[in-house]
Protein backbone atom coordinates (compact mmCIF):
# COMPACT_ATOMS: atom_id res chain seq x y z
CA UNK A 1 0.00 0.00 0.00
CA UNK A 2 1.84 3.42 -0.84
CA UNK A 3 1.79 5.71 1.88
CA UNK A 4 3.07 9.66 2.21
CA UNK A 5 4.11 11.52 4.39
CA UNK A 6 4.33 15.57 4.28
CA UNK A 7 7.15 17.01 6.34
CA UNK A 8 8.67 20.57 6.90
CA UNK A 9 8.24 23.57 9.48
CA UNK A 10 4.48 23.98 10.82
CA UNK A 11 5.52 27.97 11.19
CA UNK A 12 6.62 30.59 8.62
CA UNK A 13 7.74 33.78 8.73
CA UNK A 14 6.51 36.80 6.05
CA UNK A 15 8.90 36.73 2.95
CA UNK A 16 10.25 33.64 4.12
CA UNK A 17 10.81 30.54 1.97
CA UNK A 18 8.35 27.70 3.13
CA UNK A 19 9.59 24.19 2.50
CA UNK A 20 7.85 20.61 2.05
CA UNK A 21 9.23 16.83 1.56
CA UNK A 22 6.91 14.26 0.76
CA UNK A 23 7.99 10.86 1.84
CA UNK A 24 6.64 8.05 -0.66
CA UNK A 25 6.36 4.03 1.26
CA UNK A 26 5.08 1.28 -0.42
CA UNK A 27 5.88 1.93 -3.68
CA UNK A 28 8.75 3.27 -5.68
CA UNK A 29 8.54 6.88 -7.30
CA UNK A 30 9.70 6.19 -10.37
CA UNK A 31 7.52 6.66 -13.21
CA UNK A 32 4.53 8.90 -11.68
CA UNK A 33 3.61 12.55 -11.67
CA UNK A 34 3.48 13.97 -7.90
CA UNK A 35 1.83 16.74 -6.61
CA UNK A 36 1.36 19.49 -3.94
CA UNK A 37 -2.08 20.57 -3.80
CA UNK A 38 -3.08 23.33 -0.89
CA UNK A 39 -6.39 23.69 1.23
CA UNK A 40 -6.66 26.94 3.57
CA UNK A 41 -8.98 26.57 5.97
CA UNK A 42 -12.80 26.42 5.37
CA UNK A 43 -11.86 27.05 1.72
CA UNK A 44 -11.26 24.58 -1.44
CA UNK A 45 -8.66 22.97 -2.80
CA UNK A 46 -5.55 24.89 -5.21
CA UNK A 47 -3.07 22.55 -7.35
CA UNK A 48 0.29 23.44 -6.60
CA UNK A 49 2.24 21.84 -9.38
CA UNK A 50 3.25 18.46 -10.18
CA UNK A 51 6.49 16.91 -10.84
CA UNK A 52 7.80 13.75 -12.89
CA UNK A 53 10.23 11.36 -11.01
CA UNK A 54 12.71 12.58 -13.77
CA UNK A 55 12.27 15.74 -12.58
CA UNK A 56 10.07 17.38 -15.49
CA UNK A 57 7.60 19.92 -13.76
CA UNK A 58 4.40 22.13 -14.21
CA UNK A 59 3.38 24.84 -11.79
CA UNK A 60 0.39 26.62 -11.14
CA UNK A 61 0.76 29.56 -13.34
CA UNK A 62 -0.53 31.69 -10.28
CA UNK A 63 2.16 30.45 -8.02
CA UNK A 64 4.95 29.87 -10.83
CA UNK A 65 6.91 32.88 -10.34
CA UNK A 66 7.50 31.39 -6.24
CA UNK A 67 7.09 27.38 -6.79
CA UNK A 68 10.17 25.20 -6.95
CA UNK A 69 10.03 21.37 -6.95
CA UNK A 70 12.35 18.83 -6.70
CA UNK A 71 12.75 15.14 -6.66
CA UNK A 72 15.20 12.92 -4.71
CA UNK A 73 14.73 8.91 -6.22
CA UNK A 74 17.27 8.12 -3.85
CA UNK A 75 15.35 8.53 -1.23
CA UNK A 76 11.86 8.38 -2.57
CA UNK A 77 11.52 11.76 -1.83
CA UNK A 78 9.90 15.01 -3.48
CA UNK A 79 9.78 18.48 -1.93
CA UNK A 80 8.02 21.77 -2.37
CA UNK A 81 9.68 25.14 -2.19
CA UNK A 82 7.41 28.36 -1.74
CA UNK A 83 9.50 31.54 -1.66
CA UNK A 84 7.89 35.61 -0.24
CA UNK A 85 5.66 33.74 1.42
CA UNK A 86 2.14 35.98 2.74
CA UNK A 87 -0.62 35.01 5.34
CA UNK A 88 -2.56 33.94 1.98
CA UNK A 89 -0.67 30.92 1.94
CA UNK A 90 -1.34 29.48 5.18
CA UNK A 91 -3.04 26.33 4.33
CA UNK A 92 -3.35 22.91 4.70
CA UNK A 93 -0.43 21.46 2.17
CA UNK A 94 -1.07 17.42 1.01
CA UNK A 95 1.33 15.81 -1.79
CA UNK A 96 -0.52 13.24 -3.61
CA UNK A 97 0.41 10.73 -6.42
CA UNK A 98 -0.48 11.65 -10.32
CA UNK A 99 -2.46 14.49 -11.89
CA UNK A 100 -5.45 14.93 -13.09
CA UNK A 101 -6.57 11.42 -11.18
CA UNK A 102 -4.26 11.91 -7.31
CA UNK A 103 -4.98 8.04 -5.78
CA UNK A 104 -2.78 8.36 -3.27
CA UNK A 105 -2.38 11.31 -0.77
CA UNK A 106 -0.42 12.44 2.32
CA UNK A 107 -2.77 13.50 5.46
CA UNK A 108 -1.62 17.17 4.73
CA UNK A 109 0.59 19.35 6.90
CA UNK A 110 -1.04 22.77 8.13
CA UNK A 111 1.15 25.11 7.72
CA UNK A 112 0.59 29.42 9.01
CA UNK A 113 2.32 32.24 7.69
CA UNK A 114 2.92 34.77 10.56
CA UNK A 115 5.81 36.56 12.72
CA UNK B 1 -7.15 30.27 -14.02
CA UNK B 2 -10.36 30.21 -12.62
CA UNK B 3 -11.93 27.59 -9.95
CA UNK B 4 -14.50 25.61 -12.34
CA UNK B 5 -18.19 26.23 -10.75
CA UNK B 6 -19.64 23.91 -8.70
CA UNK B 7 -23.09 24.56 -6.74
CA UNK B 8 -22.31 25.08 -3.05
CA UNK B 9 -24.49 22.57 -1.70
CA UNK B 10 -26.72 19.54 -2.22
CA UNK B 11 -29.06 17.40 -0.52
CA UNK B 12 -31.15 14.11 -0.48
CA UNK B 13 -32.33 11.84 1.80
CA UNK B 14 -31.22 8.19 2.37
CA UNK B 15 -31.67 6.27 -0.67
CA UNK B 16 -32.29 8.89 -3.42
CA UNK B 17 -29.96 10.45 -5.44
CA UNK B 18 -27.88 13.63 -5.87
CA UNK B 19 -26.10 14.90 -9.06
CA UNK B 20 -23.37 17.62 -8.44
CA UNK B 21 -22.32 19.97 -11.68
CA UNK B 22 -19.06 21.12 -12.33
CA UNK B 23 -18.98 23.87 -14.75
CA UNK B 24 -15.74 25.03 -16.78
CA UNK B 25 -14.81 26.03 -20.04
CA UNK B 26 -13.27 24.94 -23.73
CA UNK B 27 -10.20 25.16 -22.56
CA UNK B 28 -10.53 22.66 -19.24
CA UNK B 29 -13.56 20.11 -18.55
CA UNK B 30 -14.37 20.66 -22.72
CA UNK B 31 -11.59 20.13 -23.98
CA UNK B 32 -10.50 17.12 -22.19
CA UNK B 33 -11.43 13.58 -20.92
CA UNK B 34 -9.40 14.21 -17.88
CA UNK B 35 -12.62 15.39 -14.98
CA UNK B 36 -11.87 13.96 -11.46
CA UNK B 37 -13.80 13.88 -8.34
CA UNK B 38 -12.90 13.84 -4.98
CA UNK B 39 -15.01 13.19 -1.74
CA UNK B 40 -13.22 14.62 1.22
CA UNK B 41 -14.92 14.27 4.78
CA UNK B 42 -13.79 16.87 7.18
CA UNK B 43 -10.42 16.95 8.71
CA UNK B 44 -9.42 14.16 5.98
CA UNK B 45 -7.21 14.04 2.42
CA UNK B 46 -9.49 14.40 -0.29
CA UNK B 47 -10.42 10.87 -1.82
CA UNK B 48 -10.54 9.87 -5.44
CA UNK B 49 -13.95 8.50 -6.50
CA UNK B 50 -14.23 9.27 -10.25
CA UNK B 51 -11.32 9.51 -12.79
CA UNK B 52 -11.27 10.77 -16.80
CA UNK B 53 -14.92 11.29 -16.45
CA UNK B 54 -16.18 8.29 -15.31
CA UNK B 55 -13.99 5.80 -14.57
CA UNK B 56 -13.90 4.26 -11.02
CA UNK B 57 -10.73 3.30 -9.00
CA UNK B 58 -10.71 -0.12 -7.73
CA UNK B 59 -13.06 0.13 -4.44
CA UNK B 60 -15.23 2.79 -5.29
CA UNK B 61 -19.10 1.79 -5.10
CA UNK B 62 -20.48 1.66 -8.65
CA UNK B 63 -23.33 3.97 -6.81
CA UNK B 64 -20.67 6.57 -7.78
CA UNK B 65 -21.26 8.18 -11.69
CA UNK B 66 -19.32 10.15 -13.91
CA UNK B 67 -20.56 11.98 -16.66
CA UNK B 68 -19.82 15.02 -19.17
CA UNK B 69 -21.45 17.03 -21.50
CA UNK B 70 -19.86 20.02 -23.26
CA UNK B 71 -18.14 22.01 -20.58
CA UNK B 72 -19.91 20.86 -18.22
CA UNK B 73 -19.18 17.58 -15.63
CA UNK B 74 -21.57 15.74 -13.34
CA UNK B 75 -21.03 13.38 -10.75
CA UNK B 76 -24.03 11.23 -9.54
CA UNK B 77 -24.35 9.40 -6.30
CA UNK B 78 -27.48 6.96 -5.86
CA UNK B 79 -28.68 5.18 -3.16
CA UNK B 80 -27.80 8.01 -0.78
CA UNK B 81 -25.92 6.35 2.48
CA UNK B 82 -24.77 8.12 5.85
CA UNK B 83 -21.29 8.18 4.59
CA UNK B 84 -21.32 10.07 1.37
CA UNK B 85 -21.93 13.27 3.51
CA UNK B 86 -18.94 15.24 2.51
CA UNK B 87 -17.37 17.64 0.38
CA UNK B 88 -16.96 16.74 -3.42
CA UNK B 89 -14.34 18.67 -5.41
CA UNK B 90 -14.24 18.34 -9.10
CA UNK B 91 -10.82 18.38 -10.91
CA UNK B 92 -9.96 19.00 -14.63
CA UNK B 93 -7.07 19.29 -16.83
CA UNK B 94 -6.76 22.68 -17.95
CA UNK B 95 -3.41 22.46 -20.97
CA UNK B 96 -1.25 24.61 -20.69
CA UNK B 97 -2.37 26.43 -17.28
CA UNK B 98 -1.62 22.47 -15.50
CA UNK B 99 -4.92 21.34 -13.54
CA UNK B 100 -7.54 22.89 -12.01
CA UNK B 101 -10.18 22.45 -8.53
CA UNK B 102 -14.02 23.27 -8.63
CA UNK B 103 -15.61 25.16 -6.07
CA UNK B 104 -16.69 21.97 -4.09
CA UNK B 105 -20.12 21.10 -3.31
CA UNK B 106 -21.40 20.09 0.50
CA UNK B 107 -23.36 16.98 0.38
CA UNK B 108 -25.97 16.72 2.96
CA UNK B 109 -27.96 13.35 3.77
CA UNK B 110 -30.91 14.40 5.64
Known amino acids: QVQLQESGPGLVKPSETLSLTCTVS????????WSWIRQPAGKGLEWIGRIYSSGSTNYNPSLKSRVTMSVDTSKNQFSLKLSSVTAADTAVYYC?????????WGQGTLVTVSS | QSALTQPPSASGSPGQSVTISCTGTSSDVGGYNYVSWYQQHPGKAPKLMIY???KRPSGVPDRFSGSKSGNTASLTVSGLQAEDEADYYCSAYAGSNGYVFGTGTKVTVL
Open chain 1, 26 to 33: GGSISNYY
Open chain 2, 52 to 54: EVS
Open chain 1, 96 to 104: ARGVPAADY
